[in-house]
């Protein structure tokens, strides 16, 4: 899928494949290690980082690549956000370099993973822990139609803030 981001290059989003996550793996420490957006473990290697990002079947791992230049501007992963009677709804999880903020990747890749699960049969996305004070990713989920649909008070720890709520955010395909 080829998304125009307004400016020369062209970004697109694909299946990502083994020298992806290597050149990706920079982005998910800085992410993790940020202590903003994701409980995550900290100081993990690349091999234990893959199994915190990379989805299994019937999921996916893409990746934004910048085509001219072969950069990887981020990621999402998404799949079922549950097994056996919950797997009719999808989740996902993004991450993009901070040197692409801005640039439209988060919207792209949103976009991706909501036809992604419309393609595949879902009947909504769910997003389990959405971080209160990550206004940038709670703006962006409800320009894509996402509502919140409770908050659990305290449940992240962030580097900045302190304990701070994790939204449950829903959207019907």
Same mark, same amino acid.
């Given at each position: 899928?080829?998304?125009?981001?307004?400016?020369?290059?062209?970004?697109?989003?694909?299946?990502?494949?083994?020298?992806?996550?290597?050149?990706?793996?920079?982005?998910?420490?800085?992410?993790?290690?940020?202590?903003?957006?994701?409980?995550?473990?900290?100081?993990?290697? +690349?091999?234990?980082?893959?199994?915190?990002?990379?989805?299994?079947?019937?999921?996916?791992?893409?990746?934004?690549?910048?085509?001219?230049?072969?950069?990887?501007?981020?990621?999402?992963?998404?799949?079922?956000?549950?097994?056996?009677?919950?797997? %009719?709804?999808?989740?996902?999880?993004?991450?993009?370099?901070?040197?692409?903020?801005?640039?439209?990747?988060?919207?792209?890749?949103?976009?991706?993973?909501?036809?992604?699960?419309?393609?595949?049969?879902?009947?909504?996305?769910?997003?389990?822990?959405? +971080?209160?004070?990550?206004?940038?990713?709670?703006?962006?989920?409800?320009?894509?139609?996402?509502?919140?649909?409770?908050?659990?008070?305290?449940?992240?720890?962030?580097?900045?803030?302190?304990?701070?709520?994790?939204?449950?955010? %829903?959207?019907?395909?």
């Amino acid at each position: 899928m080829g998304v125009g981001t307004g400016r020369e290059d062209r970004m697109i989003i694909r299946e990502m494949t083994q020298d992806d996550w290597l050149a990706f793996f920079p982005t998910y420490v800085e992410v993790v290690e940020s202590g903003e957006s994701y409980a995550f473990p900290s100081g993990q290697s +690349v091999d234990e980082a893959r199994g915190w990002w990379l989805e299994s079947a019937p999921g996916v791992t893409v990746v934004a690549v910048d085509e001219e230049r072969g950069e990887v501007l981020g990621s999402a992963k998404t799949g079922p956000n549950r097994p056996g009677r919950g797997s %009719h709804v999808a989740t996902g999880s993004f991450m993009v370099s901070s040197s692409a903020r801005g640039r439209g990747v988060g919207r792209a890749l949103g976009e991706w993973v909501l036809d992604w699960a419309r393609e595949n049969g879902y009947a909504a996305v769910q997003f389990n822990a959405v +971080v209160e004070t990550n206004t940038v990713a709670v703006q962006l989920w409800q320009d894509l139609g996402f509502t919140i649909i409770g908050t659990v008070p305290e449940a992240f720890e962030s580097r900045t803030h302190g304990r701070v709520g994790l939204h449950v955010m %829903h959207r019907r395909l």
